[in-house]
Nanobody, 121 residues
Framework: VQLQASGGGLVQAGDSLRLSCAAS????????MGWFRQAPGKEREFVAA????????LYADSVKGRFTISRDNAKNTVYLQMNSLKPEDTAVYYC???????????????WGQGTLVTVSS
């Protein structure tokens, strides 16, 4: 499966942003999906994940209550709605996909190219 993330940009603290990740090449609904981020000088970290039908989701503590992951299997797209953004949310955001749940929510075989989110104070 190929993944294309989009929607990043420069926003101010407190603003909202929605990231999208479009998938192609395989049956999207067969994949669990995740969002990760990597800030400058830091390791990549888990942000959120969603199961195949979207019923189960999981969030990092740092974004819980502010970010929402969702998916539209008819559109082969997973979203990350980010509200109340903080400067520490600044990072390159990556979407990821995996056909198996054994690595839930941290292990994925397929990765998108990333989209940059910059939050100014």
């Amino acid at each position: 499966v190929q993944l294309q993330a989009s929607g990043g940009g420069l926003v101010q603290a407190g603003d909202s942003l929605r990231l999208s990740c479009a998938a192609s090449g395989r049956t999207f609904s067969n994949y669990i999906m995740g969002w990760f981020r990597q800030a400058p000088g830091k390791e990549r970290e888990f942000v959120a994940a969603i199961m195949r039908r979207g019923i189960s989701t999981l969030y990092a503590d740092s974004v819980k209550g502010r970010f929402t992951i969702s998916r539209d299997n008819a559109k082969n797209t997973v979203y990350l709605q980010m509200n109340s953004l903080k400067p520490e949310d600044t990072a390159v955001y990556y979407c990821a996909a995996d056909p198996e749940t054994t690595g839930w929510p941290l292990l994925y075989d397929y990765w998108g190219q990333g989209t940059l989110v910059t939050v100014s104070s």
